[in-house]
């Protein structure tokens, strides 16, 4: 059984592992090289400065000589990762049409349904073992791909709540590709046919990265409020705010800022990884009643009292 | 009597639609049993529902005398089921298939299986969605063969084939019967191709099972009236009436018996009985529509 | 090896094919005494036809006795099957035979009667010839 996943979705995983590769191939090119210059020339420090509201350190005390690194910094090196970081959004979505729309659609348009659930294995037990291997390979290559990617762009933004950070961090990157891919298998089994179930899956998969990413990770918590924009550094700003330039630094035209202090953001990341994975689990578990449901109840074996009960035990 | 399936009141719906209904059925072990009826007639329901590939609406269907239910693991490892047009994975390699086939049954006879593919001139490394029709049934059947069932049960295996390929296969499957411990069940609808390799019959129209047995007793059963067209008999064991002029030829149950007098018995040929009872069953069911609408 | 073959669409059953061919061989001279018929595995396979079939054939032929079973061996031609015909000769029998039994049946004589008649004339036949 596992050699037969195996077989059927090596095509995925060495896929996967290109991807990989690839992506340790950028890592080792453009993001050591990024990370020196980061540490090397105090980039950090000129970001916070840039991006507003905090007391520049002594390397960086004046504002021109900080624009000037800050500025030759992103010309060098933040192409390429915020190109990517606008992609890779939607490269669970792919996950989800390439390896969760065929799994089980795939089956039923070729009639194969006939041929593999014919042999000795029951249903249950090939779904079981298919979908653990699947779901295992994905999780692996996923923490991979999320633990790389976090760290290439870890120079790019410094508040943990931007969304190249936040999106690409390990848990909810890994959420969101699970998700894509529970909403790909659910679609295959329900419209068994694998290119339409492909195209379900991307407006379904936008509306819960949608809604998800902008409707609800702002509320997990009540922001706090503050006039004091000084409090808000590093946090993540919730709202539109004015600025007006004074000699202590910016100051806040009108209203108060609402943000979420920089400490929440691992609370943060387990809230929304667990309802993606909740909600992956969900549809999973739909597709498995759904594909059970269809075929015969093997446990009357047991029930009935005229057969006689065979020794070896049922899965 | 030791049997290979038994159905009970078995049904299945699809919708709206009854696919099959009150199915009761035994069918023998060793026997050839040819499943017959028109496209859409149920067959291929049946075969599925016994092959625990579906559920059914209705009652139940097992398997040999010891009532496996259809689908139960034990049901399966003694089960061989070809579906129609053969589905296989075009991209794996017969050697593949017949591996796949290893894992997934506790027994197999793979030596065998590898054997035949050889002796069939099909090469183990070929893939399967490069193979010709034939060969993809014959690899199929190995398949199937290779667990070494009890019943196999095949679903129009040879629509799709050439002549040549269709001989091929029946070889083979008539070589693997006259082995010995096998019953096989396979539907078609075409009746003149099933006279040669079947001792069993049902027939199957409209959903429901119209005919049963084993075919010799089915033909001794039956005859042919050939009489006047003005006092044609009635009555349930009339099964269809093909009226001339001034000639009528009634199929008829006639149990062996001495026919009325006027009426000229002759013996009924299988394909013509089968007809007879798949017109039956077209006329019953244009009455009872007709009786609905009224 | 002796080979076999089927008509499907000639409203003769299977078996009877097996049995009328069998008959047919010995009488021309095909089939002799102690040649081996088909296994059953090698006619099936030959023919794809049901093993019952044969199986069927064999024990009609074991009946009239043509051939004789040995368990485990095969099935063999039985000692002292009539002298071959040649095969010009045998058509113009059979067809001579089939003209007198058509006349027979057009006048209404039964299978019983035929079978009846046959056996008296030849009798007298033999007899007239020995005297």
Redesign the interface.
Known sequence: MIWLSWRQHRGALFGALALLAALGVVLMTHGVAMHQAYDRDGVEACQLLMFGGVEATTEASAEGSCFTIFDSFENRFASLPTNAAAWLPFLPMVVGMLLGAPLLAREYEQGTWQLVWTQGVTRTRWLATKLAAVLGGVVTVTVLFAAGVSWWFEPLSPHRFSPEKFNHAVPVFTGYVLVALAIGILAGVLLRRTLVAAAVTIPAYLAVRLTTEFGLRPRYREPLSTTDPAEAVGGWIIQDVIFTPSPDGPVLASGTIDYHPDDRFWQFQAIETTILVVLAAVLLAIAWRVVLGRGPRVHDVRRDPSVSVSSSPLP | MTSSLTAEGLGKRYGATWALRDCDLQLPTGAVIALVGPNGAGKSTLLQLAAGLVRPTTGAVRLFDEQLPAGSREALAQLGFVAQDHPLYPRFRVKELLRMGAELNVTWDGQVAADRVVQLGIPPDRRVGALSGGEQAQVALTLALAKRPRLLILDEPVASLDPLARREFMQMLMATVADGNLTVLLSSHNVAELERVCDHLVVIAAGRVQLAGDIDSLIEAHSVLTGPNTHVPGGPNVIHVNRGDRQAHVVARTFGAEPMPGWQPHPVGLEELVLAYLRRARSDDQTSEAGLSA | MFVFR?E??S?VP?YLQLVHQVRQAVLLGYLRTGDRLPL??EA??????????VSKAYRQLEQEGVVSAKPGVGTFIADAPPTPIPPARYATLRRGLEKWLTSAQEAGVDDEAVAALFAIVRREFAEAGAA
């Open positions: 089927l499907s669409a409203g299977p059953i595995r099936v396979e030959q023919l794809a036809i049901n093993p019952n079939t």
